[in-house]
Protein backbone atom coordinates (compact mmCIF):
# COMPACT_ATOMS: atom_id res chain seq x y z
CA UNK A 1 0.00 0.00 0.00
CA UNK A 2 1.29 3.64 -1.19
CA UNK A 3 2.23 6.00 1.55
CA UNK A 4 0.31 8.98 0.85
CA UNK A 5 -0.35 12.35 2.52
CA UNK A 6 -3.12 14.68 1.54
CA UNK A 7 -1.44 18.49 0.41
CA UNK A 8 -1.86 20.46 3.58
CA UNK A 9 -1.70 17.27 6.33
CA UNK A 10 -5.45 17.30 6.54
CA UNK A 11 -6.86 13.87 7.70
CA UNK A 12 -9.99 13.91 6.25
CA UNK A 13 -10.73 14.17 2.39
CA UNK A 14 -13.98 14.42 0.43
CA UNK A 15 -13.83 12.07 -2.08
CA UNK A 16 -15.38 11.95 -5.54
CA UNK A 17 -16.60 8.28 -6.20
CA UNK A 18 -17.35 7.34 -10.09
CA UNK A 19 -18.22 3.64 -8.30
CA UNK A 20 -17.57 1.04 -6.08
CA UNK A 21 -15.00 -0.85 -8.25
CA UNK A 22 -12.46 2.55 -8.70
CA UNK A 23 -13.18 3.66 -5.01
CA UNK A 24 -12.55 0.57 -3.41
CA UNK A 25 -8.64 0.53 -3.23
CA UNK A 26 -8.58 4.24 -3.03
CA UNK A 27 -10.58 4.50 0.34
CA UNK A 28 -8.35 1.30 1.84
CA UNK A 29 -5.31 3.19 1.00
CA UNK A 30 -6.38 6.10 2.67
CA UNK A 31 -7.84 4.08 5.75
CA UNK A 32 -4.58 2.88 5.81
CA UNK A 33 -2.43 6.01 5.67
CA UNK A 34 -4.93 7.35 8.63
CA UNK A 35 -7.40 9.75 6.25
CA UNK A 36 -10.74 9.48 6.44
CA UNK A 37 -12.79 9.82 3.05
CA UNK A 38 -16.62 11.39 3.03
CA UNK A 39 -17.82 9.77 -0.24
CA UNK A 40 -19.20 12.19 -2.52
CA UNK A 41 -21.36 10.35 -5.15
CA UNK A 42 -21.63 12.68 -8.24
CA UNK A 43 -22.67 11.47 -11.33
CA UNK A 44 -25.41 12.79 -13.52
CA UNK A 45 -23.40 11.58 -16.46
CA UNK A 46 -24.75 7.92 -16.50
CA UNK A 47 -27.26 6.43 -18.13
CA UNK A 48 -29.51 4.99 -17.89
CA UNK A 49 -31.28 6.23 -14.24
CA UNK A 50 -31.25 2.42 -13.58
CA UNK A 51 -27.37 1.73 -14.36
CA UNK A 52 -26.65 5.36 -12.01
CA UNK A 53 -29.04 3.08 -9.56
CA UNK A 54 -27.03 0.07 -9.80
CA UNK A 55 -23.96 1.71 -9.39
CA UNK A 56 -24.64 3.97 -6.43
CA UNK A 57 -26.21 1.23 -4.28
CA UNK A 58 -22.23 -1.16 -5.07
CA UNK A 59 -20.84 1.92 -3.66
CA UNK A 60 -23.33 2.78 -0.96
CA UNK A 61 -22.84 -1.18 0.23
CA UNK A 62 -18.90 -0.79 -0.31
CA UNK A 63 -19.37 2.40 1.86
CA UNK A 64 -21.44 1.34 4.64
CA UNK A 65 -19.70 -1.64 5.20
CA UNK A 66 -16.50 0.46 6.27
CA UNK A 67 -18.87 2.55 8.21
CA UNK A 68 -17.67 5.77 6.47
CA UNK A 69 -20.19 8.69 5.04
CA UNK A 70 -21.71 8.52 1.91
CA UNK A 71 -23.21 11.52 0.17
CA UNK A 72 -25.53 11.27 -2.55
CA UNK A 73 -26.36 14.45 -5.46
CA UNK A 74 -29.03 14.99 -7.13
CA UNK A 75 -29.00 13.02 -10.36
CA UNK A 76 -30.28 15.56 -12.83
CA UNK A 77 -28.75 13.53 -16.09
CA UNK A 78 -31.41 16.58 -17.56
CA UNK A 79 -28.44 19.19 -16.61
CA UNK A 80 -25.58 16.82 -17.66
CA UNK A 81 -26.94 17.03 -21.10
CA UNK A 82 -27.59 20.63 -21.54
CA UNK A 83 -23.69 21.17 -19.82
CA UNK A 84 -22.55 18.79 -22.90
CA UNK A 85 -24.84 20.12 -25.78
CA UNK A 86 -22.85 20.14 -28.77
CA UNK A 87 -19.96 17.73 -27.93
CA UNK A 88 -22.14 14.50 -28.51
CA UNK A 89 -19.88 13.35 -31.18
CA UNK A 90 -16.95 14.34 -29.61
CA UNK A 91 -14.24 11.49 -28.90
CA UNK A 92 -13.71 9.49 -25.50
CA UNK A 93 -10.72 11.90 -23.67
CA UNK A 94 -12.22 14.97 -25.68
CA UNK A 95 -13.93 17.70 -25.05
CA UNK A 96 -17.22 16.33 -23.43
CA UNK A 97 -14.99 14.53 -21.09
CA UNK A 98 -13.50 17.37 -19.73
CA UNK A 99 -16.55 19.41 -19.31
CA UNK A 100 -17.97 16.04 -18.11
CA UNK A 101 -14.88 16.39 -14.92
CA UNK A 102 -15.84 20.23 -14.60
CA UNK A 103 -19.45 19.68 -13.91
CA UNK A 104 -18.84 16.92 -11.26
CA UNK A 105 -16.18 18.15 -9.79
CA UNK A 106 -17.06 21.56 -9.08
CA UNK A 107 -20.20 20.12 -7.77
CA UNK A 108 -17.20 18.06 -5.45
CA UNK A 109 -16.21 21.83 -4.09
CA UNK A 110 -19.26 23.81 -3.67
CA UNK A 111 -19.82 20.77 -1.06
CA UNK A 112 -16.52 20.80 0.77
CA UNK A 113 -16.49 24.29 0.81
CA UNK A 114 -19.87 23.90 2.49
CA UNK A 115 -19.40 21.32 4.83
CA UNK A 116 -15.68 22.03 6.20
CA UNK A 117 -13.46 20.29 3.68
CA UNK A 118 -10.99 22.20 2.91
CA UNK A 119 -9.34 18.61 0.68
CA UNK A 120 -11.17 17.01 -2.01
CA UNK A 121 -10.20 14.11 -4.82
CA UNK A 122 -11.72 11.95 -7.53
CA UNK A 123 -11.43 8.22 -8.50
CA UNK A 124 -11.22 9.37 -12.15
CA UNK A 125 -8.38 9.16 -11.49
CA UNK A 126 -7.66 5.63 -11.21
CA UNK A 127 -8.70 4.77 -14.58
CA UNK A 128 -6.49 4.19 -17.50
CA UNK A 129 -9.61 5.42 -19.53
CA UNK A 130 -9.37 8.71 -18.27
CA UNK A 131 -6.94 11.69 -19.05
CA UNK A 132 -5.11 12.70 -15.83
CA UNK A 133 -4.54 16.14 -17.35
CA UNK A 134 -8.06 16.94 -18.00
CA UNK A 135 -9.27 15.39 -14.21
CA UNK A 136 -6.58 17.21 -12.97
CA UNK A 137 -7.84 20.88 -15.13
CA UNK A 138 -10.96 20.23 -13.92
CA UNK A 139 -10.27 19.92 -10.06
CA UNK A 140 -7.76 23.32 -10.31
CA UNK A 141 -10.96 25.08 -11.84
CA UNK A 142 -13.29 23.36 -9.22
CA UNK A 143 -10.57 24.15 -6.07
CA UNK A 144 -10.53 28.08 -7.67
CA UNK A 145 -14.01 28.24 -7.65
CA UNK A 146 -14.31 27.85 -4.02
CA UNK A 147 -11.43 29.53 -2.70
CA UNK A 148 -10.92 27.41 0.74
CA UNK A 149 -10.83 24.09 -1.30
CA UNK A 150 -8.16 22.21 -2.95
CA UNK A 151 -8.10 19.84 -5.19
CA UNK A 152 -5.46 16.80 -4.22
CA UNK A 153 -4.20 15.99 -7.40
CA UNK A 154 -3.52 12.43 -6.43
CA UNK A 155 -2.32 9.64 -9.43
CA UNK A 156 -4.18 6.23 -8.13
CA UNK A 157 -3.03 4.53 -10.77
CA UNK A 158 0.03 3.94 -9.27
CA UNK A 159 1.52 1.83 -6.41
CA UNK A 160 -0.44 -1.57 -6.25
CA UNK A 161 -4.04 0.35 -6.70
CA UNK A 162 -5.08 -1.14 -9.36
CA UNK A 163 -4.56 -4.81 -8.72
CA UNK A 164 -5.66 -4.06 -5.39
CA UNK A 165 -8.97 -2.61 -7.02
CA UNK A 166 -9.59 -6.21 -8.81
CA UNK A 167 -8.79 -8.18 -5.92
CA UNK A 168 -11.37 -6.05 -3.88
CA UNK A 169 -13.41 -6.40 -6.83
CA UNK A 170 -13.44 -10.14 -6.80
CA UNK A 171 -13.88 -10.30 -3.19
CA UNK A 172 -16.84 -7.80 -2.30
CA UNK A 173 -18.04 -9.15 -5.87
CA UNK A 174 -18.95 -5.89 -6.67
CA UNK A 175 -21.00 -4.89 -10.38
CA UNK A 176 -18.86 -4.03 -12.89
CA UNK A 177 -19.84 -1.96 -15.46
CA UNK A 178 -18.76 -2.20 -18.53
CA UNK A 179 -18.55 1.52 -20.23
CA UNK A 180 -17.85 4.84 -18.31
CA UNK A 181 -21.43 5.74 -17.67
CA UNK A 182 -22.94 8.08 -20.48
CA UNK A 183 -24.73 6.94 -23.43
CA UNK A 184 -22.02 8.60 -25.69
CA UNK A 185 -19.45 6.10 -24.13
CA UNK A 186 -22.01 3.21 -24.65
CA UNK A 187 -21.03 3.10 -28.32
CA UNK A 188 -17.14 3.98 -28.06
CA UNK A 189 -16.24 1.33 -25.37
CA UNK A 190 -13.45 -0.49 -26.30
CA UNK A 191 -13.81 -4.43 -25.67
CA UNK A 192 -11.50 -4.59 -22.98
CA UNK A 193 -13.18 -1.48 -20.73
CA UNK A 194 -13.72 -2.81 -17.20
CA UNK A 195 -14.90 0.18 -15.61
CA UNK A 196 -14.60 3.69 -14.97
Same mark, same amino acid.
Given at each position: ?????? #??????? $?????????????????????????????????? #???????????????????? $???????????????? +??????? #?????????????????????? &??????????????????? $?????????????????? +??????????? $????????????????????????????? #????? &??
Amino acid at each position: MPLITT #PNGEDKV $LLHSCCAPCSSAIIECMLENGIRPTVFYCNPNIY #PQEEYEIRKAEAVRYVQHLG $LDFVDADYDHELWRNI +VRGLEDE #PERGGRCLKCFILRLTETARYA &SEHGFSVFTTTLASSRWKN $LEQINEAGRRAAYLYPGT +VFWEQNWRKGG $LQDRRNELLKEHGFYNQQYCGCEFSMRNK #PATYK &SE
